[in-house]
């Protein structure tokens, strides 16, 4: 079946690096493919997402690139802030509006002062 | 405008125990679906609600199970609670058709002694 699957976290920064959380998936036809964020006690939110092969999703200064060739869609940051800390989830789905996600096991990125 | 709601925020029950957990939609939403997020896991899909019928439903025993009312709102039941079964559950909605996000609830955090 579909899965996702995500660098190992957790990930830790001082503000103003750049950031990369990897994400592969394996799926068949052509899914739709998101980064969700889950800030502490908040429900998970969309971040960016990603319709079709070499889309580039991009939100508050994250990108991701839609690669089919190699199955990814790494999330990257140039500059990153003490508020984006948070859990990063990839996930992917049959359509955008689709109910059914599947999701990464999520990274947890810290953001140092 | 409310987004999704879910109840109660935190629930703590004994092992075989059932419980129901709670989820009114974003306004103008017709369709639900409910997932399980374990500790340090991705959230993973458990089934979807809408015109009060069961469409979908991820790979969870019937020991789950939910219901959907007439006014979109949710419930989602589990008998026979297994340890396992603590996480956080978490409800999204979306209008059915359409290629909107899905708008995810804050949770609701089970805790099975």
């Known amino acids: 079946g579909d899965s996702v699957t995500q660098m190992e976290g957790p990930v830790t920064l001082s503000e103003e690096a750049f950031l990369t959380i990897n994400c592969t998936y394996t799926?068949?036809?052509?899914?739709?493919l998101f980064w969700y964020v889950q800030y502490p006690g908040e429900g998970l939110q969309l971040l960016l997402k990603?319709?079709?092969?070499?889309d580039k999703g991009s939100n508050k200064g994250f990108e991701a690139t839609y690669r089919k060739e190699t199955t990814s869609f790494h999330l990257e940051k140039g500059s990153v802030q003490v508020s984006d800390s948070a859990v990063y989830f990839c996930a992917l789905s049959d359509r955008v509006g689709a109910q059914k996600l599947v999701f990464g096991q999520g990274t947890r990125l810290t953001i140092n002062p | 405008d409310a987004g999704v709601t879910q109840s109660p925020t935190h629930l703590i029950k004994t092992r075989g125990q059932q419980v129901t957990l709670r989820c009114s939609p974003k306004?103008?939403?017709?369709?639900v679906s409910w997932y399980q997020q374990a500790l340090g896991q991705g959230p993973q899909f458990i089934f979807q609600?809408?015109?009060?019928?069961?469409?979908q439903r991820g790979n969870f025993p019937d020991r789950f199970s939910g219901h959907q009312f007439p006014n979109y709102s949710s419930e989602l039941n589990v008998n026979a609670l297994l340890l396992g079964d603590s996480a956080l559950y978490l409800c999204a909605s979306s209008r059915r058709g359409s290629n909107e996000k899905l708008f995810f609830g804050s949770g609701t955090q089970l805790s099975v002694l």
């Open positions: 306004s103008g939403h017709d369709t």
């Open positions: 990603a319709t079709k092969a070499d």
């Open positions: 609600y809408y015109e009060e019928e069961e469409r």
């Open positions: 799926a068949t036809g052509y899914p739709s």
